[in-house]
Every structure is written in C-alpha cells, then in structure tokens.
C-alpha cells in the first residue's frame, strides 16, 4: 500500500449535514455517490441539530449498515455565537478548504477537489446530479419499488411549517390553484404540514377548485404518495425536489414545481428524462 492509499484508510471522509428529511436524504446520496468514486474511503454521516429550528436524524432507515454516522448538538451554539466567534470560523474556513482539509462541492466536477487527506464535506444539494444506481438504492430504502401507479391520480404537496412563522418563502396559494385547474376541479389531496394553514388558503380559490383531502403524513410516506400520483404539483421544498427527481428517473406522469426552483434544480435533475418536467406559473 503506497502513503496516498495508506492515508485514504486512514482518514475518514465526514458528510455534514443540517436541516430536515430532505437534507439528510441529499447527504445519504451524496455519500453514497462518494463510496462509488472513492471505494477505499470510510464514510461519516454528521447530522447537526443546529439551524432555524432544532434537528433530528429522520432518515436512520435508510443509512447503509457499512455507515458511520453520528449527531453534532449544535442548536443551541448557533444562536449564541458572538460576531467575532463567526469572523474567526469564516477565516479559518478559507484557509481549510484552500488547503482541501474541507470542501464544499457544488457541482459533480468539484469532486477532484477531495484529497486523500480531505476529512470534511457538507452533503448540501448545490448542482450535484446522483447517478442512476444511487438513485435506485435511495428509492429502493424509499420502498418506491412497491408503489403502485396512479394510486392517488391528483397530489399537491405544500410546504408551510416554519415558513408561515418568517411570512416568507412558501408558495402562493393561487399559483398552485391555477395549475391544479388545467387538470381537474376535484379530486386533489393535498400532502403539507400545517392542514388548517393550507386549507385556509387554497379553499379560497375563485376557479373553484376542490381540494378533497388534506393529510400530514411522514417525510417517507410523502414521498411514495407523491411517487404514485399521475398529476404531481410540488412547492418550495426539498421533499418536493425529491420527488421530482424520482418521479423524472422513473418516467411518472406530469410533475410541477415552481419557476424559482428551476435554475437550483437544474444541475440536479435528469435531463434525459426532463420533457415531464413543468414550471409554474
């Protein structure tokens, strides 16, 4: 074994990652597409509680039993982080990822930036596109294989949570409205995290449009529901992307998201497959 290979072994390559389901299932991907370039790296899962709300790991399921993984408690150090504290981890950020002691990939070609002696990447969603085979082991964990077409002809998937509290960032009501009647004034289940918020404002629609049902289900099974459907309107959210994407891969029906997202999902989705991709409005 020469020094390079010896100090691959020994270095392991830890994916940081912040946020919710989405996030974490980005990271898993991004690490998995890592052990295919890099066969003779270990992999660490971080998953930081830290951001605008406190984090849990959501995606334990799913992670490779060949997997390290392990949590960062940071919530709380976020907040209370002085100006001169966030200075200095800024400067000696520069200096590491100059170094590549840590990188940041933003797009497939980055890749060449990790070293045999590179210990830290965050696993964020930037213009990575997984490969077809990792995509495949996700929607596999997902249980995607087992759902059925059309199970749910007509979904809208809307993101609130948090979002309602900053009265910023979520989609507007009407765009959503105006989509959902091209394709039919009834029948709608709408999948989101706050069913009386999104009640509220899609009911108050003046193309009368009904939107039959409205479930808080879980991040996984958010997914299959708006895997199996034939319409599927997404928002701004990353389990929507998610679904795109895997919707895109498996040649599902028509999907919509909204124009804001098209130049961040362009570096990720399957252009091949992209003609049943649509923006709105």
């Not at 334990?60 to 392990?70: A, G, H, N, Y």
């Not at 210990?119 to 085979?133: D, E, K, M, T, V």
């Not at 879980?218 to 895997?227: A, D, L, R, T």
Request: glycine share 8%; charged share 20%; aromatic share 10%.
């Amino acid at each position: 074994m020469n020094a390079l290979s010896n100090l691959k072994a020994k270095i392991p390559l830890k994916i940081h990652c912040w946020g919710g389901f989405g996030s974490q299932l980005n990271a898993l991907g991004f690490a998995l597409e890592l052990t295919k370039r890099f066969q003779n790296r270990r992999i660490i899962l971080v998953f930081h509680t830290g951001g605008v709300t406190r984090r849990d790991v959501e995606i334990q399921d799913l992670i490779p039993c060949s997997f390290s993984w392990e949590i960062v408690d940071d919530y709380v150090d976020n907040l209370n982080f002085s100006t001169n504290i966030r200075k200095t981890r800024k400067f000696l950020s520069k200096i590491l990822l100059f170094l590549r002691i840590i990188v940041t990939p933003s797009e497939n070609s980055d890749f060449v930036k990790i070293k045999p002696w590179t210990f830290s990447a965050r696993g964020h969603y930037a213009q990575i596109r997984l490969s077809p085979s990792v995509l495949s082991e996700l929607a596999l964990g997902l249980g995607l294989s087992e759902v059925g077409h059309h199970d749910t002809p007509l979904v809208v998937h809307y993101r609130l949570g948090d979002l309602l509290a900053l009265e910023k960032g979520f989609t507007e009501s009407d765009e959503i409205c105006k989509v959902a009647h091209r394709f039919g004034r009834s029948g709608w289940l709408v999948l989101t995290d706050s069913p009386a918020e999104a009640s509220g404002k899609l009911r108050k629609n003046t193309l009368n449009v009904k939107f039959d049902r409205f479930l808080n289900l879980s991040p996984k099974e958010v997914i299959q529901v708006g895997f199996s459907s034939e319409i599927f309107i997404g928002t701004t959210s990353k389990i929507s992307i998610w679904i795109a994407i895997f919707r895109i891969s498996a040649n599902r029906g028509l999907t919509f998201l909204p124009y804001e997202m098209q130049e961040a999902t362009s570096g990720i989705l399957p252009i091949d497959k992209s003609y049943g991709l649509k923006f709105y409005p």
